[in-house]
């Protein structure tokens, strides 16, 4: 009946305990259903086994996960945003013009977007330059809001963004706005300290980077490079934190992996729930770009976020990710 719906059908064949339980699954596959997953509700077996073959048919919400993963993963777009003045345009032109500039594409009107392709150590990276982003008041125009809006919609296009802000000014309100559009995006970034040479002595510079990384709160995944968007200096580091974020974007672990390291920091500690006892029983990578966990759990209702983030720092912790959001999404069996 299910087969006729045209719905998957994965059978699992329980009480596959003995050998010939194990013998006896073969006259199953006479119903042609896709998969037969032996398994011992009673002792567990064979039951992580089917957990991941039901994720695998389960299609990820749209425009995110896998989705993302086959698009030209070879090609990063990166989307340059700030705020006015911080050196973006600068940037890009000091890297187009000492790299190699493959092709440029100049939009309608001053105020749009202009997409350089360049290419660095032979890798090719699609630059996204913006008219920055401005807090938006009463007092702005139309023009104003209109930036704003062209900067959101590169963040959307991008994979990582790289977040210029005047270093030696710190940290602005206006730095954080942009950081938290990057972050409700899940986008890779690498925070670039612009405009160092305005650092008078190393100490200065020390205490300024500090107190930038400092200021990222939930970003404190991201890289913080310090950079002269005239000269070039500090590009070097720069697109190696690039590069790292970017590959951790569509980091995969391995399923095994992650659920042996499950056990000391997820299985075995109770989840803070309204609603009584609730537990974990299963943890699956479901996509890249951004890294995608399902945890598998009892009850889905009210947990609270302060556990979601203890479980993306564990899973920092065990695998890295530098540079890139880890989504956890919580299913019920
Ligand atoms: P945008 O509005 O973010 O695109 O900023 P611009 O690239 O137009 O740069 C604004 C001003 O800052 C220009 O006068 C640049 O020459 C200057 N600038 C950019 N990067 C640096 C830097 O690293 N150091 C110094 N001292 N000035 C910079
Ligand atoms: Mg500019």
Redesign the pocket.
Known sequence: MLRERGKAVLLAANKVDAKEGREGVSQFHALAVDTIHPVSAEHGTGVSELLEAIVARIPSPAGAGEATEEKDAALPRIAVV?R????????VNTLAGFERVIASEVAGTTRDAIDVLVERDGRRYLLIDTA?IRAKRKTEGAVEIFSVMKSLDSIKRCDLAIL?IDGPAGLSHQDRQVLRYILDEERAVVVAA?????WTSEEARRKGLHAIAEGLEYASFAAVVP?????GKGFQPLFRKIEEASANFRLRVPTGLLNRMAQSFLYTVPIPSPQGRNRAFYITQVGVAPPSFAVFVKDRRGIPDSFTRYLQNKIRDRFGFEGSPVRIVYRER
């Not at 612009?194 to 305005?198: R, S, Y």
């Not at 950079?227 to 000269?231: E, G, L, N, Q």
């Open positions: 700030g006015p003045n911080v050196g973006k345009s600068t940037l920055g210029l612009n405009k160092a040479d305005g950079t002269v968007a005239t000269s």
